[in-house]
């Protein structure tokens, strides 16, 4: 097994409330490294580790810098963050979020998900179900789990559970013993050029695995052996949800409370790979009824009898469409409202005809600001890219910070859901909605 390399005890996390960025700041820190971060605001996750006794600064501190070891950022972080200079005349060492990642995974036997769609869910019911048979494995995952409340589980073996993210390239530092790949989509266009060099990148992570490689029928060949899963059959009553799936020659079925078929498939995709290891298929099967889903992964709200919240990352043009067909076909009754916050100006621009085909599954269409992120802003790029290609009605709004009566227009509806959509910050309407729709509709 390789060895691991040696971070040093003292390190400053740049971006330290990100997703990704949190969990491993929590691993080190149970490791025993004294950790500090730096963030724009506080959050969930910040406050997850200030209660761990992770100090986080709101407010870039350059001093700081003379205090640490090293430091690990995430590319979010502009070269012109004002701790960058002190860094650089200190000849600090630095580690990209993915580097430091891979270097703290070399000694653990990792099972790693990729795909543009379903990492992050398909990591957490890994992380669940190895957990519920009694070999809690360490997991990095891109969201809060519920049944951990936590994006990190410090682990008890081997195992590792992580994505394999395709931005940044961060799927190429991995060497996993096994993996799952769920979708070779093209995403991240701003950092591979094409999907051309997308599929690229999938092919090279795939011969890295030196184990199992574990995929949906769908899947392209990628050079090597791949076991393949289908989804056979579907079915959702009052939240009790059926599924049949096959792997090879074998068929299985499951039951659990998380609706939509594309949920169905990420089990299906964790089940088959940990059947595959070795972990007996009926215990796989019942402790999977005890998942309690993602936050912001098909998060539902339920409001009262009119009205229902779903809050969900979908940032992606499968994602949005899987999203509210699952909705429709969980709520049948009731109409769909779809407010979506586009994420990155690159992926707008690069997905707004594909962005309103799959809106228009919805019946009506909210668009907010592009949540830039990352990048530097756009002016030739907005939602009305998205827009100008929907059939369906739809509305534009400006300030993300506007008062909840914008929505007084629901009032007007009985049986809505309301879908949240998007990667950036549009979750915090989440406690605003749910407050003024249960006020107003008494």
């Not at 009052?238 to 096959?246: C, M, S």
């Not at 949005?320 to 109409?335: C, K, N, V, W």
């Not at 600001?369 to 059939?391: D, K």
Request: overall charge neutral.
């Amino acid at each position: 097994m390789q060895q691991p390399v040696v971070l040093p005890e003292k390190l400053r996390f740049w971006g330290i409330g990100g997703i990704g960025m949190s969990a491993l700041a929590q691993h080190l820190h149970h490791k025993g490294h004294r950790i500090t971060g730096y963030d724009r605001e506080p959050s969930y996750q910040t406050a997850l580790l200030e209660r761990l006794g992770i100090a986080v600064d709101y407010q870039p501190h350059p001093e700081r810098i003379e205090e640490v070891e090293g430091i690990v950022y995430t590319p979010a972080i502009s070269g012109d963050f004002p701790e960058w200079e002190a860094v650089k005349r200190l000849a600090k060492p630095t580690w990209r979020r993915a580097q430091a990642l891979a270097h703290c995974l070399a000694s653990y036997e990792v099972l790693a998900v990729a795909g543009a769609h379903g990492k992050t869910s398909t990591s957490a019911i890994i992380t669940w179900l190895l957990h519920a048979l009694g070999e809690t494995p360490t997991a990095f995952v891109g969201g809060i789990m519920q049944n951990f409340g936590s994006n990190y589980v410090r682990g008890k073996n081997k195992w590792a559970v992580v994505e394999a993210d395709e931005y940044d390239k961060a799927l190429l530092l991995l060497h996993p013993a096994h993996a799952i790949l769920q979708s070779v989509e093209p995403d991240h266009l701003e950092i591979y050029g094409s999907p051309a060099g997308v599929l690229e990148a999938y092919r090279a992570f795939f011969h890295q695995v030196k184990g199992l490689c574990v995929g949906p029928k769908s899947l392209p060949d990628l050079g090597r052996p791949l076991i393949r899963y289908e989804l056979l059959r579907y079915s959702s009553k009052e939240g009790d949800v059926t599924f049949r799936y096959r792997w090879e020659n074998k068929v299985r079925e499951a039951h659990w409370r998380q609706i939509g078929r594309h949920f169905a498939e990420n089990a299906a995709a964790a089940l088959t790979l940990l059947e595959l290891i070795g972990y007996p298929i009926n215990s796989l099967t019942e402790a999977l009824r005890s998942f309690d889903g993602i936050q912001r992964r098909m998060e539902i709200h339920r409001v009262n009898e009119r009205y229902i919240i779903v809050s969900d990352y979908a940032h992606h043009p499968t994602e949005i469409r899987r999203t509210l067909q699952a909705i429709r076909e969980a709520f049948p009754a009731f109409s769909t409202v779809a407010v979506f916050q586009p994420h990155l100006y690159s992926r707008t621009a690069f997905f707004a005809k594909d962005f309103a085909e799959a809106l228009s599954y919805a019946d009506e269409v909210v668009l907010l600001p592009i949540y830039a992120a990352r990048e530097p802003s756009t002016p030739s790029v907005s939602s009305r890219l998205i827009s100008q290609h929907l059939s369906k009605a739809s509305r534009e709004i400006v300030p993300l910070d506007m008062d909840m009566e914008y929505f007084s227009f629901l009032l007007l509806r009985e049986k809505v859901v309301v879908a949240l959509l998007g990667a950036g910050d549009i979750y915090r309407w989440v406690g605003p909605l749910y407050d003024y729709l249960r006020q107003e509709s008494k």
